[in-house]
């Protein structure tokens, strides 16, 4: 079920991807909600994020990531709509 939106593929709808050749973004979805579809492009391109937690994690990390997580929690709780939901998901 491939989705061609704008010249770019996707493999389905709400199924991010790397987009290792764009200037400025690390990932971009294909986001539906309802009827609406909207591409969001979200992460800095060579960013050191988090990641997912690890066993053994440093503090620092761990800090990094709750930080994160404070600073966007208004955005990430908008939804499948928005970037910082995206992010959280994917890279935190």
Same mark, same amino acid.
């Given at each position: 079920?491939?989705?061609?939106y704008?010249?770019?593929k996707?493999?389905? @709808?709400? =199924?991010? &991807?790397?987009?290792?050749n764009?200037?400025?973004?690390s990932?971009a =979805?294909?986001?539906k909600?309802?009827?609406?579809?909207?591409?969001?492009?979200f992460?800095e391109? /060579?960013a050191?994020?988090? /990641?997912?937690?690890?066993k053994?994690?440093?503090?620092?990390?761990?800090?990094?990531?709750?930080?994160?997580?404070?600073r966007?929690?208004?955005n990430?709780? &908008? /939804?499948?709509?928005?970037a910082a @939901?995206?992010?959280?998901k994917v890279?935190?």
């Open positions: 079920m491939a989705i061609t704008r010249g770019e996707f493999a389905g @709808y709400n =199924v991010p &991807k790397r987009t290792a764009h200037p400025k973004k990932h =979805v294909l986001a909600e309802g009827d609406k579809i909207r591409l969001i492009r992460g391109q /060579g050191k994020t988090a /990641g997912k937690p690890k053994g994690e440093s503090s620092k990390m761990k800090k990094k990531r709750a930080s994160f997580k404070a966007h929690a208004k990430i709780r &908008k /939804g499948k709509m928005s @939901y995206w992010a959280d890279k935190w």
